[in-house]
């Protein structure tokens, strides 16, 4: 089984609420890596981040990864620094891998104060913009397509991949 489209992106890029609406139009499973890991490790990523450190987040959400990528057969979403891992981003070769972009400061608006980031804390803008910095290579390195998500409302970002899907939908 392999899931039909693969969402990467910065946190706000919209993966989590743009894989619903995906979900919707094809009518698939949807399925969300974030909450995978939470479900697993019965704890809020926040917490998980707190209790067990970043490293042990990372492990859990690779191997959530690797168990998803092998079983779901819908739309999934992965948490934004999924691709950090090479494992992870040797196991998206061959997928059906879409990177929503968004810039700085959509992206800011988007997450806001919230929370539920843990890496997100202190300066959101300043956090984001180095983790976008950092990141953008490996989201265009892993994806076969790209959408540019500022302009676009959600359910115009899951029509866009509907129509990349109709011509083909190549893999990476
Ligand atoms: N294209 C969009 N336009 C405006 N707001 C959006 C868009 N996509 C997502 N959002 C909003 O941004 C916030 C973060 O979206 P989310 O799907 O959780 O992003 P991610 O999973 O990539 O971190 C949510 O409040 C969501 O409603
Ligand atoms: O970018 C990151 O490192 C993270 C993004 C989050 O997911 P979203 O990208 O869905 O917000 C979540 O996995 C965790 O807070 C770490
Ligand atoms: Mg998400």
Known sequence: MTPRVVLVGPPGSGKTTVARE???LLGADVRDTDEDVERTHDSTIADLFVD?????????????????????AGILALG???VLHAGTRAALDG?????LDVGLSEAAKRVGLNTAR????????????????ERRPIYAEVAAHVVSTDALTPREVADDIVRWLETGGSTA
Do not use: I, W, Y
Request: glycine content about 8%; hydrophobic content about 50%.
């Open 22 to 24: 995906l979900a919707d």
């Open 118 to 133: 843990p890496l997100l804390l202190g300066n959101v803008r300043s956090q984001l913009k180095t983790l976008m910095d």
């Open 80 to 82: 934004g620094g999924a």
């Open 52 to 72: 067990h450190g970043e490293a042990h987040f990372r492990d859990a959400e690779a191997a959530a990864v690797s168990t998803a990528l092998a079983e779901h």
């Open 95 to 99: 997928h059906r891998v879409v990177f």
